[in-house]
């Protein structure tokens, strides 16, 4: 098994050797299940007739405390996410139960019917009115200098890093307005606990007997923020393109769900919709920079791939909206395009 770090291989097999009788665990077994953007990396293990997700989150990169609290959280109020089987917090293991090898980005680019995917997007919309009930008082506050912080990896690896540009001191100032209306939309929304990143990659596909809803992970990063940023997660999925109207519907059935579980959405759809487009926008210029980041600083060069679908969500709403003006002109000049646009307020 060729591993980029064979020490912490070696250690995490010792550490399941100790916990293997009581699982029934092969270690000849052990395979790469997946890595993801951060320093994480996961293995599957069989445990006689079980399949456990064992995770490996190096202690000087990674905590797997803020998982383990966050799960308590989520189980709490019902949302299927991991069992927590055995850990070793000191070197970042844990041994989990495994919601199984096929998410919803897997399912959709192998193609489904329209009322297969349908029903899945029900479920996760169900799955996050469930997210959004969980207590996120000892969470750290998505707040507005950290949203406004995140909106820097914009000029700082995609503007600069990636498109090889500089901003004008006029571009510059209209950035750093556009941020300001961002943040702080975003930050004066009703705060509950925000997954950060709920969209098909993190959303494993549900038994069809088990009730229990798509599987949920990956959320370790939580914090007590916009309850309108995991549904424009969802939405406006940076590896899945979803036109307008698919976005609508599925935003009017969220804003319908979180009202009838009494959550402090906006009575005003239309006032919500702005709200949510506005989030999104927030988190697509983010992840600009993050995609760009990961390309250039990490060598994860398949994220790239996502990026013009992301920028055409981001196209998309500040096109929409008159203050985003300056930066649809902004685009145009990195991807060298003239276009014109009209403008709602």
Known sequence: MNQPDDSRLSDLKQWLSTVAPAFQLDLDTLEPASSDASFRRYFRVQGGDTSYVVMDAPPGHEDCRPFLQVGDKLRQVGVNVPSVHAQNLENGFLLLSDLGKHNYYHAIRQGMTDDKLQNLYRQAIFALVRVQHADATALPCYDEARLLAELELFPQWYVQKHCQSNLSDTEKGALEKIFGILAKDAARQPAILVHRDYHSPNLMLPESSSGAGPGVIDYQDALAGPI?????????D??????????????????????????????????????YEWTSLQRNLRILGVFARLSH??????????????????????????PFAPLLRLLDRLEGNQVSYGYTF
């Open 228 to 236: 309108t940023y995991d549904i424009a997660s969802l939405v406006m």
């Open 238 to 275: 940076a590896r899945t393109t979803w036109e307008e109207p698919q976005q609508l519907d599925w935003a009017v059935r969220y804003w319908q769900a979180a009202r009838d579980a009494n959550l402090p959405v906006h009575s005003d759809f239309a006032e919500f919709h702005r709200a």
């Open 297 to 322: 600083r990490d060598g994860k060069n398949h994220y790239l791939e996502h990026i013009p679908r992301v920028q055409a969500y981001v196209r998309q709403v500040a096109g929409r909206y008159g």
